[in-house]
């Protein structure tokens, strides 16, 4: 045999042996049990998980390749600090044997209750111990407020205008300390404050709001107070009289505290991942672990995400900076009062699938970049960086941002529960997300939120996200931002700008992030919302609800073949050169347009509902190969909105996709997940008399009766009736329209239905209109504004 092919065969030989090898693996024990010799065996177990991770650490320095798993048994472990891994612990896994396996922040109590009066107990607790979370055999408790806590109540679970009056703030022996809890004025998400005193007029004196980045005082009606020992006047409510160490509670009926199980939160984090963009911790995996028991962190320091709304603290139950390839999986995360996930600055790969959480006090998965990061970054709406000083390389400057991970089949619900301005999946700063099979619901603002265009390349997809903005207003299901470099507060400085280099907003937006395969439902917004800016997104077979979509100013929007039940296509203040193109997609209503400076790229072969509703874009010379009828949907009393085989939307392009695929998929969690309300729909065919359309987003009538000229007192059953105003409308601010008004005349012509007054606004090249109005059965001279 020659020696080169010995040297071969030796070569296969070894190559086959270094395949078959198996790494090392070291199994460390942690159970309830305390045993004296611990040592992580499986006969003789650590009773904590801070044990095993620093045996854990100590392995790893003999023998950086071992591969180790931490296996806990069931039971509830109470952690002294948040568990730090760091790069030396690479690949390791911790592993519950179960969800019965309970981390928690919190520590038990063993009180001596007495009596303090006819309902309320009273307990001591060691000197200088604060806490802000307050359990009783699992279950939270609530921190005495007004007003007391109503579940059914919208706002705050109970709200009221007096909750810090001088009148109330004088009925409390000692208010500092209280918290202040306030909707945005706008209803754009929450504050929070500190009372930490009284001025000489008896109005609190306020630390904190930091919680929000839009300016704005605390709204005046939609208010509450907490953590004031004067309102412990109702069941299930308790205080911390940090000064004199003592907890007052007044207790559920069906309680013996003697034998009650309590618990307080003493920790903001329970593990923390972190290494670095150099060093990154790497194959780190967690699974099978209940999550529970973290402290509010709404009044740490707040850090703004760009020009969008948001500001948000950088910390969470499980936080990750700094990492690579690590996996969170089949674990729940309950009774957390501030964020449950966030990956911060670097992260790469990280994967969040098949996870319970629920009743969380902020956000449930954050993806957060580092502003380094960031090309000219500004940190407010009304900031913004001069054009001749922009960067204006695209793309992200540095690697402190999250990138390729993924959350997947996923079940959300009731997040928000303390702080306003959260989301479901909240992604800033960061590209190619991937959100996939995730049920989110019973959330205050969005399920979903992409607080600006850096830097695009997500992904989502079969998510089920409803039950949305239940505390708060003007956002959607999926709500966006892209007040990126191109972006100005000041609209015609930004319309000269995008005119001059009209690829600007791919600087930041550089990849094109996909919709697509979702079902939305919000009652309260948009079903879909791409708010300020947000530009380069391709939404395609998605089935909307009950509120559209919108598209405010923005570039390069391409929907297409999606289903917009009881609703239609919002277009606002588009720029002349949008290139948006919306196509094949079946709407129940004409267009909600309202200040357009053009009407996009392509607006064509869409289904509306009847030919009034087609005809405003028509005049725009829009949808000229659209047509009207009815979608013939299949089953929509069991939310299947499949057209059938000679549906008319066939004609126009639209194609059938899956109706069974939203949500989680997971069967532990598909068992339990809700699924959203079934709309009642519309049926257009029906309407008596000409349909209503939307102008300006009023709802707007041709006279088409006798009936109604009678009603209206015209000479002839001609012209255009108000039904609804919409209160923020151009046309309604000043001395403009009202409900009830009949436009007989606009711009100087007569006006005979919805038809002409459409014509008429088209030919306006001005920001008013001059309009004759039936108002009261008398004619009345008005000007009203457009935009």
Request: charged fraction near 25%.
């Amino acid at each position: 045999m020659k020696k080169s092919s010995i040297l071969i065969i030796t070569l296969i030989f070894l190559v086959c042996i270094s395949c078959t090898s198996k790494v090392e693996v070291k199994e460390i024990y942690v159970s309830k049990n305390v045993l004296e010799k611990a040592d992580g065996s499986k006969e003789l177990p650590f009773s904590n998980l801070e044990d095993a991770i620093k045996k854990a650490s100590e392995l790893k320095q003999k023998n950086k390749e071992l591969s180790i798993e931490i296996k806990i048994s069931s039971g509830d472990y109470y952690l002294k600090k948040a568990i730090q891994i760091t790069p030396e612990l690479n690949g390791l896994k911790i592993t519950g044997n179960s969800t019965d396996v309970r981390l928690k922040g919190s520590v038990p109590l063993n009180l001596d209750w007495r009596k303090f009066n006819d309902n309320v107990f009273v307990a001591d607790v060691q000197k200088g111990f604060d806490f802000d979370q307050l359990f009783i055999n699992e279950q939270p408790q609530i921190l005495a407020r007004y007003p007391n806590y109503d579940e059914k109540a919208k706002y705050w679970q109970g709200f009221a205008a007096n909750a810090i009056s001088k009148e109330r703030i004088a009925t409390w022996k000692n208010p500092k300390g209280a918290y202040f809890n306030a909707l945005h004025g706008g209803k754009w998400g929450g504050f929070h404050y500190v009372i930490t005193g009284v001025n000489k007029d008896g109005t609190a004196i306020l630390k904190g709001g930091q919680q929000n980045n839009r300016g704005s005082k605390p709204h005046e009606e939609y208010r509450m107070v907490e953590n004031v020992f004067e309102e412990l006047d109702s069941v299930g409510e308790w205080f911390l009289d940090k000064e004199n160490n003592k907890l007052y509670y007044w207790p559920l009926a069906n309680i013996n505290l003697k034998k009650a199980k309590v618990e307080v939160s003493v920790l903001k984090n329970l593990i923390e991942v972190v290494g670095t963009l150099e060093n990154p911790v790497k194959n780190v995996t967690i699974s099978n672990i209940s999550f529970q028991h973290t402290q509010r962190t709404f009044m740490e320091e707040f850090e703004p995400l760009l020009r969008s709304d948001w500001t948000i603290y950088r910390g969470a139950a499980l936080f990750f900076e700094g990492t690579e390839n690590c996996i969170i999986k089949n674990s729940e995360f309950t009774n957390l009062a501030g964020n449950v996930i966030m990956a911060s600055k670097y992260n790469k790969g990280l994967n969040i699938i098949g996870n319970h959480i629920h009743d969380a006090g902020a956000n449930a998965i954050s993806f957060v970049g580092d502003a380094s990061a960031v090309r000219s970054p500004s940190f407010n709406y009304g900031q913004f960086i001069d054009a001749d000083k922009l960067d204006t390389i695209a793309g992200p400057k540095n690697e402190l941002y999250p990138r390729e991970c993924l959350v997947a089949d996923n079940l959300i619900y009731r997040i928000g529960r303390v702080e306003k301005q959260t989301a479901g999946v909240q992604i800033s700063m960061a590209m190619d997300i991937t959100v996939r099979h995730n049920s989110i619901y019973d959330v205050p603002r969005a399920g979903i939120n992409i607080g600006d265009g850096t830097w695009g390349g997500h992904i989502l997809e079969f998510n089920d996200v409803f039950n949305t903005v239940l505390e708060t207003s003007d956002h959607g299901s999926f709500n966006s931002w892209g007040r990126d470099r191109f972006w100005l507060p000041k609209r015609h400085k930004m319309d000269s700008l995008t005119t001059e280099i009209p690829d600007m907003y791919t600087w930041d937006a550089v990849k094109t992030t996909v919709i697509r395969n979702n079902r939305f439902r919000c009652d309260h917004g948009w079903d879909i919302d791409l708010d300020d800016g947000s530009s380069n997104y391709h939404i395609y077979n998605n089935l909307l609800l009950n509120s559209g979509l919108k598209l405010r100013e923005g570039f390069n929007r391409v929907a297409e073949n999606n289903i917009m039940v009881n609703n239609s296509l919002h277009p606002h203040v588009w720029f002349a050169n949008s290139q948006d193109v919306f196509k094949h997609n079946i709407v129940a209503d004409t267009y909600q347009d309202v200040g357009l400076l053009g009407w996009g790229k392509e607006l064509d072969y869409n289904l509306f509902p009847n030919e009034e509703s087609m005809m405003k874009s028509q005049i725009y010379d829009r949808d000229l190969h659209s047509i009207y009828g009815d979608p013939m949907f299949k089953n929509p009393s069991e939310l299947d909105f499949t057209v059938a085989e000679n549906s008319p939307a066939l004609k126009i392009g639209f194609k059938n996709f899956p109706m069974d695929q939203f949500g989680v998929q997971k069967e532990s969690l598909k068992k339990i997940a809700k699924t959203p309300e079934v709309p009642v729909i519309k049926d257009s065919s029906k309407n008596v008399g000409s349909p209503v359309v939307a102008w300006l987003r009023n709802n707007i009538k041709s006279v088409d009766s006798e009936q109604e000229q009678s009603a209206y007192g015209l000479n002839s059953p001609e012209g255009v009736i108000i039904l609804r105003i919409w209160k923020p409308s151009p046309a309604v601010q000043g001395n403009g329209i009202k409900k009830g008004d009949v436009i007989l005349q606009a711009g100087g012509k007569k006006v005979k239905n919805v038809q002409d007054f459409f014509k008429i606004n088209v030919e306006n090249t001005t920001d008013v209109l001059d309009l004759v109005v039936m108002r009261n059965q008398s004619e009345k001279k008005i000007t009203i504004k457009t935009q």
